[in-house]
């Protein structure tokens, strides 16, 4: 079989398409075992007058689709959402989004809704005792060095440091806040958003602790305050409805407004390495 | 001793993302791979994508060469149902068989003969039709319904034709040379 | 054109109870300026007080005649600086191009063409052309330094601070990274932090010398390496009344000593037997050359 080759007629007929189709078959099945013959006919592509293809130009767009990065589904919801491409990508890396950890908010959530809905006023404190922290925990993580390796090439970039943690607090809870408002519905009496308010002003207080300390330290910080304040509620009065009353929500959202200020007062601070790292 | 890698070794390097070896595969196939195509598909841009997601394939799956036979015919293979998906998503495509509307000369028939013998003569008497039909499926290794799609007829057509060039085949080769 | 520089004036860093810098005074212009120092020296904290990483407890800082305290003006230094830090962890998942794309990204390369072909760019000069596909946490260890030189070089910068470019990189590539520095230092100011002397002896103009917080030595390359000159001589066995001396791999000793000989063989001085001379560190075994006399 080695010892035949394709002449140089029948190579040009082929690559001409003058050839017969008996010819062409036998070409063919030739060039799949001999490799001399493969390159001849390439050399021959790249010779005749109305090119095959543009090579260089399939090239190109070939290595573009296995190198440059795809954009994952999040992404792609962000810029359905009116976001530019660029901010879009830039919001979407943040490790909250990785699957792992939507995986584990959605069990804690799980565990929590189940509490509710399975005992009564226990399980309604559960619930408020959880899903209020939810929130402000996945903001934290979205921008806590810890969780984020690439902390100092990042840090010294020109990016505003304010605007990629507000695309991402509002990315996070776009995605955080209706997971929680679907478990509370299945928590009985109007407690169910009896949480949204202390949610908020949580995410305000860890916005504005950031700027001293790690966001995620604020945010364990800010739970561990908050799961022991429902403890002792919960142990004292025994009636999930306190929490509704106008002037706690009222309280929360003060909170809220005078965190963010703060936050936004401070925001210089955001893109400075701490003595804590 | 051929001291340029041989594909196999590209393919590994290519599973450890080596975007060099990726290229140097490119270079050595995307030429016979697309000159091959062109001769099934009249229309470049369609060849130009199905090489372009050939070469993707290949790169998502390197290792789905099991060793087994030639590369090229794996690629070959590849390449083939590439330009068929792309086919398919074109509805209004004029993919043709290129030469199928070619009958060899009268010199040429003589040159068969002695060539290629009785078979040669044999598919050379075959209608365009029927030739496109044994190509994609006999020589191509394509399944009906793949075929009907590169051709652009029903796979009922496909069938029919099959069985008909099978026929005449049969037919002329029992009647021995002219 | 006003010349790029960098000046620091009476510069000092502390954390906590620890003085990391203090008294610092520096101009920096364009060109190749090495970073000398045992560890602890300040030589981290100076460089990220170069790339505006972290402020300084007192002192003045001015990058490109822009002030880092500043906030519109720290972006202004920003968006002209590339800055590869010491360590560099990478997020799971991403290849050399994705992580570099995404730095592009926070330096405001927003078209995606332009950006792609700079990313393959940098790339190349750090010989990782071929490996921009393959997940960083898959890399060597040098490899992963080549990604994140990458990642400041983007721009061509006229402000590159590089903390330990060359640790675990390979001599062939240690070659390509002089060659790529030497060209961009013609119009960029390149500051490197290193602890190999035969670095900053090929590749550095300027050198400056920290120790425990403080400047020791600030000029020229040559300057130090010649105030070593006549005090560097061999013998067959170590000299008591040299400063420092040490094997070198012919058996022979390298001894150097704060005084000028006449009585010994001398040896053509290296700039690491200037910085020992000065007091920096202790030599290492295998970089010791043996200069056959």
């Known amino acids: 079989m080695t010892a035949w080759h394709l002449d140089d007629d029948a190579l ?20 799949l075992s001999c490799e001399p013959c493969r390159a001849r006919v390439t050399a021959a592509a790249s010779v005749i007058e109305r090119s095959v293809i543009d090579f260089a130009a399939v090239w190109d767009r070939t290595r573009d689709a296995v190198e440059v990065p795809r954009p994952s589904v999040f992404e792609r919801l962000l810029r359905g959402a009116g976001l530019p491409a660029p901010e879009a990508r830039l919001v979407a890396v943040a490790s909250a989004f990785r699957s792992v950890w939507l995986v584990g908010v959605a069990a804690v959530l799980t565990f929590a809704a189940l509490a509710a809905a399975l005992g009564h006023a226990r399980g309604v404190w559960l619930f408020l005792a959880v899903a209020p922290v939810v929130p402000c925990l996945v903001v934290a993580s979205s921008y806590d060095p810890w969780m984020d390796p690439a902390l100092e090439p990042e840090l010294v970039t020109p990016y505003p440091a304010l605007r990629l943690i507000l695309l991402r607090t509002i990315a996070v809870l776009a995605l955080a806040l209706p997971a929680v408002l679907l478990f509370g519905l299945v928590v009985p009496g109007e407690t169910a958003f009896a949480w949204l308010l202390p949610a908020v002003g949580f995410v305000a207080v860890v916005l504005a602790a950031s700027t001293w300390i790690s966001p995620l330290r604020a945010a364990i910080a800010v739970s561990t305050v908050w799961l022991a304040a429902v403890w002792l509620l919960a142990a004292r009065s025994g009636s999930p409805e306190s929490v509704l009353q106008a002037r706690v929500q009222a309280g929360f959202l003060a909170l809220a407004a005078a965190s963010f200020s703060i936050f936004l007062i401070r925001r210089r601070q955001l893109r400075q390495l701490r003595p804590w790292r | 001793m051929d001291s340029r890698p041989g594909d196999e070794m590209l393919l590994l390097a290519v599973a450890e993302r080596d975007m060099g070896a990726f290229r140097t595969l490119y270079e050595r196939h995307a030429g016979w791979l697309a000159i091959r195509l062109a001769r099934r598909c009249n229309d470049r841009d369609l060849v130009a994508d199905a090489i372009q997601d050939t070469f993707v394939a290949v790169w998502q799956k390197p290792r789905g060469f099991r060793g087994d036979g030639d590369i090229a015919a794996w690629l070959w293979g590849i390449a083939i149902r590439r330009l068929v998906s792309r086919i398919r998503t074109r509805s209004s495509v004029a993919a043709v068989f290129e030469h199928a509307g070619v009958a060899p000369a009268a010199e040429d028939q003589v040159l068969l003969s002695v060539e290629y013998g009785d078979v040669g003569q044999a598919l050379a008497r075959l209608s365009p039709e029927m030739r496109a039909v044994i190509q994609a ?24 034709r099959l069985y008909r060039a099978k026929a005449h085949l049969r037919a002329a080769l029992a009647e021995g040379p002219s | 054109m006003v010349t790029a520089s960098i000046s620091l004036r009476d510069v000092g860093r502390t954390f906590g109870a620890t003085r990391a810098l203090a008294g610092v005074d520096l101009d920096l212009k364009p060109g190749v300026t090495g970073l000398l120092g045992p560890n602890g020296a300040g030589k981290t904290t100076l460089l990220r007080l ?33 800055y590869q830090p010491q360590e560099v962890g990478f997020p799971r998942g991403f290849t050399a191009f994705a992580f570099v794309d995404y730095i592009a990204l926070l330096k405001e390369w927003s078209q995606p063409a332009a950006r792609h072909a700079e990313v393959r760019r940098v790339l190349d000069l750090v010989g990782l052309s071929d490996l921009g596909s393959k ?24 402000v590159l601070i590089l903390d330990e470019p060359t640790t675990g990189v390979d001599p062939e590539q240690r070659v390509t990274l002089r060659t790529v520095l030497a060209e961009l230092a013609r119009t960029s100011i390149v500051v490197l932090s290193t602890h190999q002397t035969e670095d900053v002896a090929a590749l550095c103009e300027r ?8 400047v020791r030595y600030d000029g020229p390359v040559t300057d130090l390496t010649g105030q070593a000159a006549g005090r560097v001589w061999l013998a067959d066995e170590p000299d008591p009344a040299a400063k420092v001396s040490w094997r070198t791999g012919t058996g022979r000793y390298r001894n150097i000593g704060t005084r000028v000989r006449d009585d010994v063989e001398h040896a053509e001085p290296s700039l690491e037997d200037a910085y020992l001379l000065l007091g920096g560190g202790s030599p290492e075994p295998e970089t010791a050359e043996e200069v056959a006399s």
Do not use: C, F, N, W
């Not at chain 3, 040098?142 to 721009?155: D, H, I, N």
């Open chain 3, 135 to 158: 997940r960083i946490r898959a890399m060597s260890g040098g490899q992963r330094r080549r990604v994140s030189l990458a990642q400041a070089l983007l721009g061509s910068p006229p």
């Open chain 3, 50 to 82: 170069l790339a505006t990483a972290l402020p300084p407890s007192q002192g003045q800082v001015r990058v490109l005649g822009l002030d880092p305290e500043v906030p519109a003006e720290r972006t202004g230094i920003r968006r002209q600086l590339g």
């Open chain 2, 137 to 160: 499926v006999v020589l191509d290794g394509l399944s009906a319904k793949e075929a009907a799609h590169l051709l652009h007829v029903p796979v009922s057509s496909v069938k029919t």
């Open chain 3, 207 to 214: 050198v400056i010398v920290l120790d425990r917080g403080r």
């Open chain 1, 12 to 31: 040009r007929r082929y690559v001409e398409r003058t050839d017969s189709l008996a010819e062409g078959a036998s070409a063919e099945q030739h060039l």
